[in-house]
């Protein structure tokens, strides 16, 4: 089975890699990360477009048999809403189910979700959540997995980037390179 992990991956940081790692081991599922096609940071100067945040995945992702990313919302229109991508893959992948991984902030907000009541047909939904969260199973949320909880968030790494501080550690060492190449974030 594959696990979709959706996000804006602006950029993508080792808090995601650590949780997408988790996932596939406690799963047994391998990990599509998928970036969504809007730009949250558009119209801030020297922000990252969705092919370079695509970019930055595929050079995160590089190396690891259990990882990859899937840009099918880059090519579908804005907004990204979940339950047209899963109908988008499934056209593209006829009997191929998915597992869609949501962390605890975007499973509280599953009911308002566009098409909440076709998501069920579509895929299975597991919550991921950190050490000491009260999540919980429920009709949606097939499970919870606990993961690791890293305090690193796209908004602190674009942050430490402005100020010229250092990003090392936070991101892989090839996001990182891409970072100060295209000079993003500045
Ligand atoms: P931003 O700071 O720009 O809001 P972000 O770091 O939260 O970004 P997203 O691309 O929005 O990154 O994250 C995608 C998913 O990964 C979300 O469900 C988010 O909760 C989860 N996530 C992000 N950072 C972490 C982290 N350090 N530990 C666990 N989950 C995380």
Known sequence: MEALFGGSFDPVHLGHLVVA????????????????????????????????????????????????????????????YTVRTLRALA??????????????????????????????????VVAFARPGSELRAHGLIGRVVTVPALDISATAVRERVAQGRSIRYLVSDPVREYIGAHRLYR
């Open 91 to 124: 056209g593209r992948e006829p009997g191929n189910r998915f597992v869609l991984l949501l962390g605890a902030d975007a499973a509280g907000d599953l009911p308002n979700w566009y098409e909440v009541e076709a998501l069920p047909h579509l895929a299975d």
């Open 21 to 80: 790692e988790t996932l596939a081991d406690v799963l047994g599922v391998t990990v599509r990360f998928l970036p969504a096609r809007e730009q949250p940071f558009k119209h801030a100067a020297h922000a990252a477009s969705p092919e370079q945040r695509a970019e930055m995945l595929a050079l995160a992702v590089a190396g690891n048999p259990r990882f990859r990313v899937e840009r099918v919302e880059l090519e579908l229109p804005t907004p990204s």
